[in-house]
Nanobody, 118 residues
Framework: QVQLVESGGGLVRAGGSLRLSCAAS????????MGWYRQAPGKQRELVAM???????NYADSVKGRFTISRDVTKNTVYLHMNSLKPEDTAVYYC????????????WGQGTQVTVSS
């Protein structure tokens, strides 16, 4: 099985920065993509950013130019560098890994809270 452990959430003022980390362990020999989703109270979970094998990335329009996703393949770890944070970025951030060779299985972390005060 696969375990995803997130860290780096917290409370920050608007305009500040945070870095989230997500380390994957277990059966992680075929990671196709890793990334981040977020869910604010009363809203659906939404994509923030994903990075795929080959280093292609995609971002939600709301975070383009402010957030950067990166990964360390030697550590099976993905990072989300968040700059110029806004109150509307407040949410629980979940790490996601898409793993598999023939069939892809999605794995999720437990979530980490990011709160941006105005």
């Amino acid at each position: 099985q696969v375990q995803l452990v997130e860290s780096g959430g917290g409370l920050v003022r608007a305009g500040g920065s945070l870095r989230l980390s997500c380390a994957a362990s277990g059966s992680v020999s075929s990671i196709n993509a890793m990334g981040w989703y977020r869910q604010a109270p009363g809203k659906q979970r939404e994509l923030v950013a994903m990075i795929r094998s080959g280093e292609s990335t995609n971002y939600a329009d709301s975070v383009k130019g402010r957030f950067t996703i990166s990964r360390d393949v030697t550590k099976n770890t993905v990072y989300l560098h968040m700059n110029s944070l806004k109150p509307e970025d407040t949410a629980v951030y979940y790490c996601k890994a898409e793993i598999g060779v023939i069939a892809t299985v999605d794995y999720w972390g437990q979530g980490t809270q990011v709160t941006v005060s105005s």
